[in-house]
């Protein structure tokens, strides 16, 4: 799956003592591994891309064991370290070790301890005098005081943890020897507000080590990168000299199967949890373990779905108890880490048969190393190419052996979507991470952390926060003002002394320092970028609760929305802090905008697969046995409807009881629809007066208008236009209430909202009112912050993707419409019904019963007319409409 890179520098010969490291274990030194090696002894930094399980750990943390082997004497023998040394010999034995060489950034506090252990390996076979030790919120704090008064020779910690040391001035000093930063799993940091704080970070110590007589080099490595080159520039800043991209060219086999129901339902639907296929998942657990005792790792997407499938499994084998676990998120720790022990070692550690099978969520998805797991299950799509790669990287984790993943579909359409997959993964198409630009919160708390690390001259630090891809092209306008930002406050809080943090240090002429111990120990509580998902209560006027609801669902209604909430249609009244005031609403019509945020949203590379896919099923090629088994669905989609060709864009418009349903089909991703359906409703409310409701899945949009009437080609071409789409999106969604509920994180992390004391964190509630309360100052006191303009350029881009959005509507604008008239649901347009019927229906009858009902009148409409005469959609006659031209569909075939 990767491409072999030339060798720019003939490696050298290995040490005799790391030979007989890989003698010992019948291994042989991949060609990238040595090549990575060379390039570290040549002063080379760069990115190592290679799969799950190929060694990508020994090709970087081995450079510096080999550098340590040429260039130092060892202060003592080759010898293995003892198991349970004394506290005493420990003590001696720190002091004695090499100095601070190695630091090892992790994106997750749980992958430290298994990384401090691929190090000590190596090192006690070298028989190299260093201490290996981890830094992170769990690490006790005795261990943490030694660490800032010497630090060991490689550390292992987390991108918070290195800006908190960065916050201590002593930490310059303890960190001059430093050789090696490698950042692990880079691919998760890079996209991120903590990939930021990473390349801040990294600036820093590039600064510290250009007086230091040997270079710092930094490595990063990743297994699922499609822009490898922009990803190597970014982590060493834009001012490194060609960077150096060592591709693994170890041949690791991605096996991708499907588990095929017997059965394909022809009107497929989301909603299921793929338990149809739950004996067949059965089946294939039990054949894996009697093989080899192996074990299985049954990935879903959700918790919610994690928890049906680990009692589903339960039910149906209660003589598995003790032989299957469950792991996600919201589980304890140390349930976690018992889950994962027992993994380690297939669960051989404790009396019985062994581990069978874990059922888990993306809580597993990175970087530790479970040899034993034989299988990797997949419920559900996994929507993305690098999702699916990651996660059928935890099987066969070791060089040589083939990693294996079995895909469950949930519904018929998801077999389009894992052929698609296996597609990309054979051709190596991976998703591209996009960084991240400008996060001034971010910008802000790392001014205050180096002024609390010992100070700094305003012009040095202004170059060095350029060195940063984040950053290279801050203006001398941005840059003042955050400077004048964590002076004073800005305009708006100049008369609070407390937000005056940085000062110029007595003494010390133009440096800058923090502004006092009390300010420093508040800004190191509240040092980091990762802020929680919260939820809302939802009340009625009188105060009687409801119980809570995604607040990323209510934050994108406005007031006079209606939504289902515990079985009743509501009109939303207000949202004061975290409660969404509501009552009864007295129609069920109306605009309800479908937002889901719990939901894994197609990816941009897996879309492109998919409808590469479809386009083949058009033109009549079924390529392999997950689209030979869909191929009753295409071909009913194909008789009754279109399967919309490489340069359409398929609209169906049908008419029932409920009013006038207009189907249409990107085929984007929901993130993408979910913005353009807001966009779409609210531009056909412009036409006329009317209502008109949203719902979206991954393939499509539906809009529903119950007095909506027959469109043209030319009306629809102004409806899906790009010009005033900003405008229009900003005017149709609640887009001050979605940034000030944005501006919440960004005022925690640019230190406007204190979070708390360690063990006491502040409610919520209270963060919600303190970040509301500066979002209402600085928007009439201070208009121009550039903390406001983020928050509403965070809305656009994180949460409705629009730069996705305006090349998806760029896109239609160059394809011809395909506008049809069907005489019933189709198989495309099923789905978004049924969506619709959940988003907007409340009756004694249950969704799934009525979905089901619906689904077996069509199955059974196609069977018999092969779709000439027109059923019934829903319990009363479809309205009248004018007579369609002959075969019940109309397409307007146009190019602009």
Request: charged share 25%.
């Amino acid at each position: 799956m990767t491409v072999a890179m030339p060798h720019h520098a003939e490696a050298p010969a290995l040490p005799t003592a790391v030979a007989d490291f890989f003698s010992r274990r019948g291994w042989t030194p991949f060609d990238f591994q040595r090549e990575c090696w060379s390039a570290y002894l040549d002063g080379a930094s760069g990115l190592v891309h290679a799969p799950t399980g190929v060694g990508k750990t020994l090709s970087v943390c081995l450079g510096p064991m080999i550098e340590a082997l040429h260039t130092e004497a060892l202060r003592e023998p080759h010898r293995a370290a003892p198991a349970n040394p004394s506290a005493r010999r420990r003590a001696l034995a720190r002091q004695a070790a090499e100095p601070f060489r190695l630091l090892w950034l992790t994106p997750m506090r749980a992958l430290a301890g298994d990384t401090t252990a691929s190090l000590l390996e190596p090192c006690r076979e070298l028989g190299l005098n260093w201490t290996i030790e981890q830094r992170t919120g769990d690490t006790p704090a005795t261990l943490k005081k030694k660490q800032r008064e010497r630090l060991p020779t490689a550390l292992v910690t987390t991108p918070e943890s290195l800006s908190l040391l960065l916050s201590f001035p002593e930490t310059r000093e303890a960190m001059r020897s430093l050789r090696c930063v490698v950042v692990d799993e880079w691919h998760e940091l890079i996209g991120t507000k903590r990939g930021v704080q990473t390349e801040l970070a990294l600036a820093r110590l590039r600064a510290w080590s250009a007086d230091h007589p040997y270079p710092l080099r930094t490595w990063g490595l990743s297994a699922t990168l499609g822009n490898t080159e922009q990803a190597a520039r970014v982590l060493l800043g834009p001012a490194a000299v060609a960077p150096r991209i060592v591709r693994g060219i170890v041949p690791k086999a991605v096996q991708v199967d499907t588990i095929r129901p017997a059965n394909i339902d022809r009107f497929p639907w989301s909603g299921h949890m793929g338990l149809k296929s739950l004996d067949q998942v059965l089946d294939a657990i039990e054949r894996t373990f009697a093989d080899g005792g192996g074990s299985t790792l049954l990935f879903t997407n959700t918790r919610a779905q994690a928890e049906i499938w680990f009692g589903a499994i339960f039910r149906a084998r209660p003589d598995w108890l003790g032989t299957v676990a469950i792991h996600h998120g919201s589980l304890d720790k140390k349930l976690r880490s018992k889950v994962e022990d027992l993994l380690k070692t297939g669960g051989a550690a404790r009396a019985g048969p062994g581990l069978r099978c874990v059922v888990c969520t993306s809580s597993l998805d990175l970087g530790v190393d479970f040899s034993p797991v034989a299988q990797v299950i997949q419920v559900g799509s996994p929507k993305g190419i690098a999702r699916l790669i990651q996660r059928a990287g935890r099987s066969g984790h070791r060089p040589g052996v083939a990693s294996r993943i079995l895909g469950v579909p949930t519904n018929a359409m998801e077999l389009v979507e894992f052929s698609a997959a296996r597609e990309a993964v054979a051709a190596a198409r991976v998703e591209s991470r996009i960084p991240v630009a400008r996060a001034m919160d971010v910008l802000v708390q790392h001014l205050v952390t180096i002024a609390a690390g010992g100070g700094f001259l305003e012009a040095d630090l202004a170059r060095e926060v350029r060195d940063t891809a984040a950053f290279a092209d801050l203006s001398d306008g941005q840059w003042t003002w955050a400077m004048d930002f964590v002076r004073g406050g800005g305009a708006a809080l100049h008369a609070y002394p407390e937000y005056a943090r940085i000062a110029p240090e007595r003494g010390l002429g133009p440096r800058l320092a923090v502004a006092g111990d009390r300010i420093a120990r508040r800004h190191r509580l509240n040092i980091g970028t990762i802020v929680g998902e919260q939820s809302m209560l939802v009340k009625f006027r009188s105060g009687r609760t409801l119980g809570t609801i995604e607040e990323s669902f209510i934050t994108r209604l406005q007031v006079g929305d209606r939504f289902v909430f515990a079985g009743r249609v509501l009109e939303l009244l207000r949202v004061r802090e975290m409660t969404a005031y509501a009552t009864p609403a007295r129609s069920r019509g109306g605009a309800v905008p479908r937002w889901n945020g719990g939901r894994m949203p197609l990816s941009t590379q897996l879309a492109e697969g998919v409808r590469r896919r479809l386009d083949e099923a058009r033109r009549g090629e079924y390529t392999d046995d997950d689209m030979l088994a869909v191929r009753p669905v295409l071909e009913l989609q194909s008789r009754w409807s279109v399967i919309p060709g490489p340069d359409d864009v398929l609209i169906e418009d049908i008419t029932t009881r409920d009013g006038r349903h207009w189907f249409i089909f990107p085929f984007e991703g929901r993130l993408v629809h979910e913005g353009l359906g807001a966009l779409l409703s609210y531009r056909l409310t412009r036409l006329r007066p009317r209502s008109v409701s949203a719902v979206c899945t991954d393939y499509g949009i539906e809009l529903l208008s119950p007095d909506g009437e027959d469109l043209g080609e030319a009306q629809w071409r102004d409806i899906l236009t790009t010009d005033g789409m900003l405008d229009d999106l900003l005017a149709c969604l609640n887009s001050t209430e979605l940034a000030r509920r944005q501006f919440r994180e960004i005022a925690r992390i640019a230190g406007l909202v204190n979070q708390g004391m360690p063990g006491s964190p502040r409610p919520s509630r209270q963060l919600q009112a303190s970040s509301e309360m500066f979002f209402e100052v600085l928007s009439e006191f201070d208009p121009a912050n550039l903390l406001l303009d983020q928050a509403r350029r965070e809305v656009l881009e994180s949460q409705l993707e629009i730069r996705r959005l305006c090349e998806t509507l760029e896109r239609i604008a160059r394809q011809r419409l395909v506008i049809v008239h069907p005489r019933d649901l189709t198989p495309f347009s099923f789905p978004l019904w049924a969506e619709s019927l959940r988003a907007t229906h409340v009756t004694s009858e249950s969704w799934t019963a009525r979905i089901a009902k619906m689904a077996l009148r069509l199955e059974e409409q196609a069977a018999a007319t092969r779709g000439d005469a027109r059923p019934m959609i829903g319990p009363k006659s479809p309205r009248k409409r004018p007579a369609r031209p002959k075969g019940g569909r109309r397409a307007v075939p146009s190019r602009r």
